[in-house]
């Protein structure tokens, strides 16, 4: 659509031409998702970031306050160090992790309350010994 609406013709039918002239041209022939039923999530309730949803949701994006994020990060370096190949991971692991919640308690963000406090270094040094033991 490069040309401007001519003075004195009606707004919708100028569309409609504009439309009708692109189908013509084919322009529309092989558009993604073409001739198939519209995603579940679109026929249910209107959602006007939909689209924002979708793509984050594609690219494997998203987006959660510091806080949450910090209690995720927090879970997910448990778990790496207990699953840590020495004893000296298993410390650097959690020394980082208990750094940036100490700093987070110190200096909450706008959002959810962390609930989240340090690790206590050698208890979790304990449960990855008793796990090497188990094996």
């Not at 984050?56 to 927090?74: I, Y």
């Not at 200096?107 to 206590?120: E, R, S």
């Amino acid at each position: 659509m490069t040309e401007r609406k001519p003075p004195g013709v009606d707004f919708e039918s100028w569309v409609d031409k504009q439309i009708r002239d692109a189908e013509t041209r084919g322009e529309f022939d092989r558009l993604p998702g073409a001739g198939e039923p519209l995603p579940r999530e679109i026929e249910s309730t209107y959602d006007e970031l939909w689209w924002v949803k979708r793509k984050m949701a594609r690219e494997g994006f998203s987006v959660l306050p510091p806080t949450l994020a910090l209690r995720k990060e927090a879970e997910d370096a448990l778990e790496a160090a207990l699953a840590a190949p020495s004893e000296r991971i298993v410390r650097k692991i959690i020394g980082e992790i208990n750094d940036k919640v100490r700093d987070m308690m110190f200096k909450p963000p706008p959002g959810p309350p962390l609930g989240k406090k340090p690790y206590d270094v050698e208890d979790v040094v304990r449960q990855w010994r008793e796990r090497r033991a188990d094996r």
